[in-house]
């Protein structure tokens, strides 16, 4: 079976929820940031740090290539992975959910204290900033849209688990 991937924004419950869906749906779930951390040995944050953002993205776009032909589960992707152009080619193969989020939403669940490398600073700015920009590209690759304001990761796996 195709994988079903998870994309949306930092915030929009990808790990949580993906933990969920795929135990419901008996099989594993993959994370692009904990493969790319695994293979770098240290965190996406101490990458970002360390290498830059564009060597992060480069890093990204083969470990999702890798991550969407080896695993028939569920596939969490980085917040940022479909700004690659071969990223959203490889995606029109697989089911592909989009987990919305508003601004509250996603602070409270990232917290204020945050220390996702593109949050640095201002994280309530920097979210809405991040959704507005990337809400577009989002909807362009969903399969379908899953809205998770107000809601706890077990009801939208529920959600899930009926749709994919
Ligand atoms: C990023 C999101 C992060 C991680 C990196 C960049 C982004 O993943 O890949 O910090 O560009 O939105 P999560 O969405 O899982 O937090």
């Not at 240290?42 to 993205?57: A, C, L, N, P």
């Not at 996603?106 to 507005?132: D, H, Q």
């Not at 304001?149 to 994919?164: Q, W």
């Amino acid at each position: 079976m195709p994988a079903v991937v998870l994309v949306g924004p930092m915030g929009a419950g990808k790990s949580t929820v993906g933990a969920l869906l795929a135990s419901r749906l008996g099989v594993t779930l993959r994370d692009t940031d904990q493969d790319i951390a695994a293979a770098a040995g240290k965190s996406v944050q101490d990458i970002f740090v360390d290498e830059g953002e564009e060597h992060f993205r480069r890093v990204e776009e083969e470990a999702v290539a890798a991550a969407l032909a080896e695993h028939d589960g569920v596939v969490s992707l980085g917040g940022g992975a479909v700004l690659a152009d071969q990223t959203r080619i490889l995606l029109k193969e697989h089911t592909v959910v989009y987990l919305r989020v508003g601004v509250a939403d996603a602070v409270k669940r990232v917290g204020l204290g945050s220390g996702r490398p593109l949050l640095l600073g201002n994280v309530r700015g920097r979210i809405k900033a991040l959704l507005e920009e990337r809400a577009p590209i989002y909807e362009s690759v969903a399969t379908f849209v899953v809205d998770t304001d107000n809601r706890s990761a077990e009801d939208v796996a529920d959600e899930l688990v009926e749709k994919v």
